[in-house]
């Protein structure tokens, strides 16, 4: 467990929670979730002391629950709010039990069966915030390593030198989720390159199968996107909601309406990863279909061809047939010269037709 307290434009990790928050100040305490239980004490300690009230034993099962889905509730007097992040590549190795993945990217939409998430819980008081992370999850290092980058150190006391601190434990928190959902916007960069060779092989002029199976797996996995980003969405829009009806009374106008400006552009970004998850889903059905008609067409010329030639021999057929017949008296059957004229004949025939239906296009060549 690790405690931040956030003062006047100064940070500084502690060994314990302080007793009382500091003056125009904040404090910020993240934990893994395997450690929610041992350290539950101590955490609902800090929140009786720093924020007002210990944390519900419903929303102590909501933060310790990996699977839970995004989601917002509220008290009285804080805030629960529970947001799902992308695995990262380490997470989902381990997840799916390939620590050799090699050749696994030259699989056709490979990274779309490999996109897993975890659930990150938030409380939010007025003057703390409580973050459960899931274990190893580097997301609060990272954040943290964002002003420790530019700050000097004086007396034990971090002194931010470049980079505005968060002013609240919302404002942190909408920070940390701004910057797990630009990792989803990264993610469609690459889901969309995938999705664009994917494409590009199955219209090719030489495409004779594709890999159904990946198809398949990569749909599923656009709608559970979907699915995941609605979710954010709706959890994030009811918390601006809710702070758009009861604004924290010791904000002035200033800095709610710079919360207010950030939590839309978390929603905003939200909502663009959901257009943008909806519009592949869309591409990839009109590629699918454009593969069916191309392949229908393709077939159709094929079956013209055949048509027109089976056209041509048709009446040669006949000819043949006709002398053919077992009568003794047929014109030409005894001429010298018939087979030389008959055979004239149905050449004559045979070009004249091939003509008649090349000119018709009935013998095109396919591109």
Request: charged share 20%.
């Amino acid at each position: 467990m690790q405690i931040v307290e956030f003062g006047a434009g100064t940070l500084r990790f502690l060994e314990q929670a302080p007793p009382k928050v500091p003056e125009g100040g904040f404090v910020w305490i993240y934990l893994e979730r395997e450690e929610l239980q041992s350290a539950l004490p101590q955490l609902q300690q800090a929140a009786q002391n720093l924020g007002g009230s210990a944390i519900l034993d419903l929303h102590l099962k909501d933060l310790g629950n990996r699977s839970h889905p995004s989601h917002y509730d509220y008290t009285s007097v804080y805030d629960l709010v529970i947001f799902r992040r992308l695995a990262t590549e380490d997470e989902v190795r381990i997840e799916l039990g390939d620590e050799d993945d090699t050749g696994e990217a030259d699989r056709p939409l490979a990274t779309f069966g490999r996109i897993r998430t975890r659930a990150i819980g938030f409380a939010v008081f007025d003057r703390l915030l409580i973050s459960v992370h899931p274990g190893g999850c580097q997301a609060a290092r990272t954040f943290i390593q964002r002003y420790l980058g530019e700050v000097v150190q004086s007396e034990g006391v971090t002194a931010v030198a470049r980079t505005r601190l968060p002013g609240s434990p919302a404002d942190l928190m909408l920070r940390v989720i701004n910057m797990m959902v630009d990792s989803y916007l990264e993610l469609r960069k690459v889901l969309n390159a995938e999705l664009d060779h994917w494409q590009h092989a199955l219209l090719g002029a030489r495409s004779r199968a594709a890999d159904w199976g990946a198809l398949m797996s990569a749909r599923n996995a656009l709608h559970t996107l979907e699915d995941l980003c609605e979710e954010q969405n709706d959890a994030m829009q009811e918390w601006l909601d809710g702070q758009q009806e009861q604004p924290a009374p010791w904000m002035t106008q200033a800095e709610r309406d710079g919360l207010m400006a950030r939590a839309r552009d978390v929603v905003e970004h939200i909502e663009r990863v959901v257009h943008h998850v909806r519009r592949m889903e869309h591409g990839a059905e009109t590629a699918v279909q454009i593969h069916f008609s191309a392949l229908g067409h393709r077939t159709n010329e094929i079956m013209r061809t055949l048509t027109a030639l089976t056209a041509i021999f048709l009446p040669l057929n006949l000819i043949a047939g006709v002398f053919g017949m077992n009568f003794e008296f047929v014109p030409l059957i005894h001429a010298a010269t018939g087979f030389w004229w008959t055979l004239g004949m149905m050449g004559l025939i045979a070009v004249g037709l091939g003509v008649v239906f090349w000119r018709k296009r009935y013998l095109a060549r396919t591109r």
